[in-house]
């Protein structure tokens, strides 16, 4: 069964720091670009930044790059989110996500796995 637990959250100032994880298991998670997605209040899930299999490319999203960082240990199956320079307009639920894409019959379906999520909060 695969699950994705995700960590870190909590209450914080604005300018503070957080680091996220996300523990693994039930799958091959080296073989899976793994994501950070957010969901605020009353507003539909964003994409925040992806790391590939390897973790040697990362992309972010233009609203956190530069203060965030994503990273991942394949040993220790987990993948990370380093938050900088917090702001309030990052307040969300962080959810850790992958993407499975298989082609059956010769058309792709595809299965999206994410975790329970992290409350971040960050206000004064």
């Known amino acids: 069964e695969v699950q994705l637990a995700e960590s870190g959250g909590g209450l914080v100032q604005p300018g503070s720091s957080l680091r996220l994880s996300c523990a693994a298991s039930g799958f091959t998670f080296g073989s899976y670009d793994m994501s950070w997605l957010r969901q605020a209040p009353g507003k539909g899930p964003e994409w925040v930044s992806t790391?590939?299999?390897?973790?040697?490319?990362?992309y972010y999203a233009d609203s956190v790059k530069g203060r965030f960082t994503i990273s991942r240990d394949n040993v220790k199956n987990t993948v990370y989110l380093q938050m900088d320079s917090l702001k309030p307009e990052d307040t969300a639920v962080y959810y850790c996500?992958?993407?499975?894409?298989?082609?059956?019959?010769?058309?792709?379906?595809?299965?999206?796995?994410w975790g329970q999520g992290t409350q971040v909060t960050v206000s004064s």
């Open positions: 996500y992958f993407r499975v894409s298989t082609v059956v019959l010769g058309r792709r379906m595809t299965s999206d796995y």
């Open positions: 790391i590939s299999r390897g973790g040697g490319n990362t």
